[in-house]
């Protein structure tokens, strides 16, 4: 299953890098002597990382977005209502 915005696995596709990128981990990582090749796994990965900020912070604002809703909701539910305190 796929997890990368679309954007991000269109940039992946687009660039050479990314395929080197996506087979190295950070154990094995045998890095190429073509500096072509270089320079693209260095934009490639600038642009994962920019990718990546950004769906960060997208995230982070949907996370203070929800904070804000369910401290709203928890102020409702501990108000007290008008039929609660009436006698009978």
């Given at each position: 299953m796929n997890h990368l915005p679309l954007e991000?696995?269109?940039?992946?596709n687009a660039s050479p890098g990314?395929?080197?990128?996506?087979?190295?981990?950070?154990?094995?990582?045998?890095?190429?002597?073509?500096m072509d090749l270089l320079k693209s796994m260095v934009r490639a990965m600038a642009q994962k990382t920019a990718a990546l900020e950004d769906e960060n912070a997208?995230?982070?604002?949907?996370s203070s977005d929800a904070?804000?809703?369910?401290?709203?909701?928890?102020?409702?539910?501990k108000a007290p209502r008008g039929s609660?305190?009436?006698p009978r």
């Amino acid at each position: 299953m796929n997890h990368l915005p679309l954007e991000c696995r269109y940039l992946r596709n687009a660039s050479p890098g990314y395929a080197i990128l996506d087979a190295m981990s950070g154990d094995d990582l045998s890095l190429p002597d073509d500096m072509d090749l270089l320079k693209s796994m260095v934009r490639a990965m600038a642009q994962k990382t920019a990718a990546l900020e950004d769906e960060n912070a997208a995230l982070k604002a949907r996370s203070s977005d929800a904070d804000e809703r369910i401290k709203r909701l928890m102020q409702i539910l501990k108000a007290p209502r008008g039929s609660q305190r009436r006698p009978r």
